[in-house]
């Protein structure tokens, strides 16, 4: 099957059909297969054109592939990387529970949260050893599995699919996910339905407002094929508080990672810097050593449910 960028798309947070242009397409051959683009959908620095709506200045991938194609290639999606970098995640996701449960009531007789797009399930599973009832949805099937093999609660698909009574959840946590889906605001209003009134929903995802993100400009390594949203808390709160949120606090926030893994990380910014710093991290053995890492061009916002 050969794609093409055939879907040529309106703001998603405005409706307008009226944007410039900001980085240019960087795809060396706009009409691949599909197995090309489930290979080369992570790599740094691919991306069909990136513009930014003039009315609201959200910034998004347009003309774009094919939704159902998007929505394809991560049923198929496995990334046994992301098990390697479980411990990163673990620590990453530790520090993350603590704030919702001082968001949520405190006499609330539940405590519900469901993770959509948990991938293989850290945050469930971390959330259950707190004491919460946690579900997740997660849209590829090897990722739902290998979460379902650690007796995890998840459902394969989206969250449309995966049948969730109203008003059931206290928290709904979506990390790294929104930038992926096609219709965000679909997604958002997705979520409010399944929360309490008075429920927390915690975002996290990357600031193309950032200083980092406007200082590396087309270098900016999350300008990546699988990105097809680029919000800023400023857009992000707005597209919250036009479906039903209103915004609690939006902070930059990092993650941890293995100094091993980071170290692949640093390639797209500087090959000098990993080469030496990968010669110093093998020369110590220091590849499992969890570091928080912070350019301050990812953000988590906290909203809640009217
Ligand atoms: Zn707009």
Redesign the pocket.
């Known amino acids: 099957m050969s794609v093409v960028l055939n879907e040529d798309i309106p ?6 059909r ?2 410039t242009l900001l980085y240019p397409s960087t795809l060396t051959n706009p009409s691949l297969n599909a197995a090309d683009f489930r290979c080369t959908s992570s790599e740094y620095g691919v991306h069909p054109p990136i513009v930014r ?6 910034v998004y991938a347009n003309p774009r592939w094919d939704s159902s194609l998007v929505s394809e290639s991560y049923s198929v999606i496995e990334d046994p990387t992301y098990v390697e970098e479980r411990a990163g995640r673990v620590l990453t996701f530790s520090r993350n529970l603590a704030p919702f449960e001082n968001l949520i009531a405190p006499n609330s007789p539940t405590r519900r949260l469901l993770d959509v797009g948990c991938h293989i399930g850290v945050m469930i599973e971390l959330a259950q050893a707190r004491g919460w009832e946690a579900w997740g949805v997660e849209p590829s099937v090897w990722a739902a599995e290998q979460a379902r093999a650690r007796g995890l609660r998840v459902v394969t698909g989206t969250l449309s699919d995966a049948q969730i009574p109203e008003n059931y959840f206290d928290v709904v946590t979506m990390w790294d996910v929104i930038e992926h889906l096609t219709d965000p605001t679909a997604e958002i209003c997705n979520v409010h339905r399944v929360l309490k009134p008075g429920g927390v929903f915690a975002i996290h995802t990357i600031d193309i407002e950032s200083l980092f993100a406007r200082a590396m400009g087309k270098r900016w390594p999350w300008l990546m094929e699988m990105h097809l949203y680029y919000f800023s808390p400023k857009t992000l709160s707005k597209m919250l508080a036009q479906n039903g949120f209103r915004l609690i606090r939006s902070s930059a926030q990092g993650r941890y990672l293995r100094l091993g893994y980071f170290v692949t990380r640093i390639e797209p910014y500087s090959k000098l810097l990993y080469r030496a710093f990968g010669a110093l991290v093998t020369r110590f053995n220091l590849g499992s050593v969890a570091i928080p890492v912070n350019f301050g061009d990812l953000f988590t916002l906290y909203a809640r449910k009217i």
């Open positions: 703001c998603n947070l405005c409706g307008a009226d944007a709506c003039n009315v609201c200045s959200l």
